[in-house]
Each structure stands twice: as C-alpha cells, then as structure tokens.
C-alpha cells in the first residue's frame, strides 16, 4: 500500500453539494446511477421522476437517455443541492429538466404524469417512508414504474465500515449518525415490504455488487467526509491528528488496495416495481 505522507489542505471552505459532485459521483455515484437507469430500463420518450435527486446525476444521465421526447423532473428537500443539481445540468447543456424543491413525502398531490420514478439512496433518509412510497405511486401513469436503490449493511461496504468505525473512535456515535441511516434500510424484505404496502406490484429486489477505484484515496477521503456534519470536528483537528487518523483508515482497508489505488466493492439492493 503506497499512502502519500504529504500534508493536504482541508477544502471547509468547499460547499457540501460542490464536494459531493466532485468526489462522490465520479467515485461511485455516476456508475450506480447508470445501473439504476439500465434496472429501470429508462428509454426514449419516458417520463421521469428522480426523488431525492441530490446533485442531479441521476436525473443527468436519465435526461440523456430520454431524449428529447422524454422529460425528467429532479426533486430533492435541500435548496442548496437542488441549486447546483440545476447549475452542473446547465453547464452540461441539459437545461429543459425541471428541478423542483420539496419534500419526498408531500408528493402525494401530484398528478399521474411520470412513466418512471426512481430513489438513488434516498429513501433510508426519509421520515415518512410510506407516505413517500404512496406519493411516488401516484405520481406515475397507470404501468408506471419504480426503481429504489438503497445500500447494504455497513460491513458489505468496506470503505464505509472502515471510515465509521474510525470516526466513531475519534468523534463519538453522533458522528456516524449518518451512515447508519444510510444503510437502514439493507434488508431486502424491508424493502419488498414498503413497496407493497405503497400499493406497487410486480416487486422485484436485485442485489447489485459494483467496483470503483479510488486512484488517490488520501486526497479523496478529506473531501468525501467534508460533505458530513462531522467535517467540522475533523476541520478542528491538528494536521498530524487529521493526517493520522486517514492513514488510519487506509491501513484498515489494506486489502483492498493494488498496484493502481484502493478497489470499493459497494452493494447494493435495487428494488423495481409496478404502479
Ligand atoms: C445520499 S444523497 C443521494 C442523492 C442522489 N440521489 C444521488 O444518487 O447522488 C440523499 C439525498 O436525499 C435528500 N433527501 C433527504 N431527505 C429528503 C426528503 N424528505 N425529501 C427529499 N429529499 C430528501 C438529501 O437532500 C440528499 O440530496
């Protein structure tokens, strides 16, 4: 395992959606992205919904893949991120899709109109999860369709294991609040069993396995974590301790590094179902 030892500059100073557009979706993001689009089997012409649209990489890629027949709209209940989802769009010349704030379980008003919904990691984080289910059910046509994806346990996710257990050590249990929400909702039948209750039918939970490589993990870790509450409490840390504790988390995942940087097995369930 080949660690840089050299100091880095921590990018506080970067906003949270910047950062996670930066280091997250060329890390994983993107690629689960396009597997959703495949699982949901998105085409020309379809109508889509991206719930929880984050930065837009799903509502991006989904928007090319339906052309101009098609239309995606892109909802997330953070200003901030629905701003820079329009923002990367724009710069990307995708400006026809229609971002819109608000709350994934307040979508119950809305009209029959998408041939497609889908939640990329979102769903764990919703308050009402059944209300957002009913929503996102009545949002589509009559056929419409759905597609969920939402991470395995923490410990199927070595890189997200490693880096809670390090902070948990360091910061405490709030500061890995977060990931455990993340993986909250792991259990397949959790899953097949709010999409039923939501009305879906035709339920079907594919666990989906995909690798990406992290060429610099040294550089990649302190921008990853500045998207987390916890970046303030690793910002106040000296040099060597902030140093430390990265090259901590590294040795721990030293299986998972080769000759080009650190390999990241991620898991995930993707749930598909019918309005
Ligand atoms: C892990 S990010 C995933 C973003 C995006 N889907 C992606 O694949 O990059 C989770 C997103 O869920 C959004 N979110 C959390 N609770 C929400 C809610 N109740 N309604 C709408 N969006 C919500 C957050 O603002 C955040 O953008």
Not at 12 to 27: C, Q
Not at 28 to 44: D, N, R
Not at 63 to 82: C, I, K, P, S
Not at 131 to 150: I, K, N, S, T
Request: glycine share 8%; aromatic share 8%.
């Amino acid at each position: 395992m080949d660690v840089q030892t050299t100091r880095f500059e921590w990018l506080l100073s970067r906003s949270g959606p910047e950062a996670y557009e930066r280091s997250i979706v060329p890390a994983w993001m993107g690629q689960w992205a396009e597997k959703l689009i495949a699982v949901a089997g998105i085409g020309p012409g379809d109508l889509v919904l991206d719930v929880a649209c984050g930065t837009g990489i799903v509502a991006r890629k989904a928007a090319r893949r339906v052309g101009e027949t098609g239309g995606v709209t892109g909802l997330d209940h953070n200003e901030a991120m629905v701003w820079a989802a329009k923002d990367f769009a724009d710069r990307e010349g995708l400006s026809d899709i229609d971002w819109r704030r608000g709350d994934a379980s307040s979508l119950a008003c809305e009209t029959p109109t998408y041939d497609v919904a889908l939640c990329q990691q979102g769903l764990q984080y919703f308050p009402d999860k059944p209300a957002a289910l009913r929503g996102m059910r009545e949002a589509l046509v009559p056929q419409g369709r759905v597609a969920v994806a939402c991470w395995r346990e923490l410990e199927r996710i070595p890189i997200f294991a490693v880096v809670a257990d390090a902070l948990k050590e360091v910061f405490g249990q709030k500061a890995i609040d977060l990931f455990e929400v993340s993986s909250s909702l792991s259990a397949r039948e959790d899953l097949r069993g709010l999409l039923r209750e939501a009305g879906f039918r035709d339920i079907r939970v594919r666990l989906e396995i995909l690798v990406s490589r992290l060429p610099d993990p040294m550089r990649f870790l302190p921008e990853y974590l500045s998207v987390f509450p916890v970046a303030a409490d690793i910002a106040a840390m000296s040099d060597a301790d902030r140093t430390a504790m990265f090259r901590r988390m590294l040795g721990r995942l030293g299986d998972f590094f080769d000759d080009d940087g650190l390999v990241v097995p991620m898991e995930s369930h993707i749930a598909t179902a019918v309005r």
